[in-house]
């Protein structure tokens, strides 16, 4: 019997039972659990566990403690509170959650956001219930205004290590497609920086050697033997957990004030394209290999009946 086939009733029953917890006790505090996964699959699944809480009436308190692989270490709480609040509770982080089972909730089913697109609907959902300390889109400004002093920018993420050795079936795009996509975003933008986050040293390196004065790119905590940063499938980099946390974010928040976004696969770019859901993009691995990971991304804006043009 296949796990999916286990975890569905699981899924269902564990709804059945916070729906009716929720009815008896509205505004009820529910943790949501943290999963043992890189840091923005672990946001977006915390963020459907968001969405399922605010539709039964329920409080969602997302929990990032043991699970997370993120966490400094025991006894060092819960990273979410250090990263994200909600405005939605008048610009806090929120806790404690109530004494019942924690939700675990599920990775899929973005398609199911109610809006004019997924994208859409998760840039409505993050903002109201998971929008980062002012102190990071303060460090992500600064960055900005002195990184691209105006420009326009170009930005390009590559996920390497353990997602180019192929773990959980990816396919990596070639360095040929990579370099012929930069060479023609920065062709249609005059006078453009090209931003560039990677997980791997070499990488950057290359794009340094190769683009020259117009690369831009933050000090980060990056793999230079293959390693994974976040040591989900290998032993990971050894470094600061919050530190690589802060990495992340701050490498998305700046992606998402480029011009135009140059990806492949990945939970990292998928947050950097719902927080700025205008910022237009290629997905390398759509174009040159017809493979489509997460299509609810590419799905079209679509107009609700009666709504004006």
Request: proline share 6%; aromatic share 10%.
């Amino acid at each position: 019997m296949s796990k999916s086939v286990l975890i569905r009733p699981l899924r269902f029953c564990q709804e059945v039972f916070f729906r009716g917890a929720a009815s008896l006790a509205p505004g009820l505090p529910v943790g949501i659990a943290s999963r043992p996964c890189g840091f923005f699959s672990n946001y977006f699944i915390t963020l459907n566990g968001l969405r399922f809480c605010d539709s039964i009436g329920a409080v969602g308190v997302p929990v990032w403690d043991r699970a997370c692989l993120y966490l400094e270490g025991p006894g060092c709480g819960n990273l979410w509170n250090a990263l994200f609040h909600s405005p939605e509770y008048g610009g806090r982080s929120v806790g404690p959650w109530s004494m019942l089972p924690r939700y675990y909730a599920s990775a899929s089913a973005m398609t199911a956001y109610r809006a004019p697109s997924p994208r859409l609907a998760a840039h409505r959902l993050m903002r109201r219930f998971a929008e980062p300390h002012d102190v990071f889109l303060g460090e992500c400004e600064a960055f900005v205004r002195e990184q691209f002093g105006g420009r326009p920018a170009v930005a390009v993420h590559v996920r390497g290590t353990d997602a180019r050795r192929g773990c959980e079936d990816r396919v990596g795009v070639s360095y040929e497609h990579l370099h012929a996509e930069v060479a023609e975003g920065l062709r249609r933008r005059d006078d453009a920086v090209l931003f560039v986050a990677t997980d791997e040293a070499p990488l950057l390196d290359m794009m340094r050697d190769r683009y020259g004065d117009r690369v831009r790119f933050r000090p980060c905590v990056r793999s230079s033997d293959g390693r994974s940063i976040h040591g989900h499938h290998d032993a990971g980099v050894r470094s600061s957990g919050f530190e690589k946390a802060r990495d992340v974010l701050l490498d998305a928040l700046a992606m998402s004030r480029c011009d135009y976004l140059i990806r492949t696969h990945s939970a990292v770019t998928a947050y950097t394209l719902c927080r700025n859901p205008d910022l237009p993009y290629v997905d390398l691995e759509v174009k040159y290999l017809n493979i489509v990971r997460q299509p609810w991304l590419h799905e079209k804006p679509r107009r609700s009946p009666g709504a004006a043009t």
